[in-house]
């Protein structure tokens, strides 16, 4: 098995650098890398990471600006890498961290990693261990911030 990791140099941490560490802590399987630019070059880079580098599941891991345009380019990207899950068949497991969801830099670079590790935790999950996520079922998990749990009647 193989898990793809599709990051940018846009992004103001480096969150392939801890999907990988994370990874390696949960998973013994291979690990492909292709950083891009800027948030609307994942979905290629994934589709990449799938056709040409036989991945069995990719992780896209991005940082949107906090700009009402940024917001649009982030929309476009998700839409970009859905098509794309359809078109290969396989899961791509979008990180996306809005520069605007923290309130200090400090607050940001924690939530950028934090949403990370996580979400590679689900990655391994997903791919190696599926019922561990039917046991999460509707139990409110949140990737980053304090999960909410499920909603009471």
Known sequence: MKIGIADTTFARIDM???????????????????????IKDLPVACKKLIEERGCDLVMALGMPGGAEKDKVCAHEASQGLILCQLMTNKHIIEVFVHEDEAKDEKELAWLMEQRTREHAVNAVRLLLRPKELEKLAGTGQRQGFEDVGPARI
């Open 16 to 38: 392939g650098r801890a999907a990988i560490d994370e990874i390696r802590k949960h998973a013994s399987v291979g690990i492909e890398r292709y950083v891009v630019p800027g």
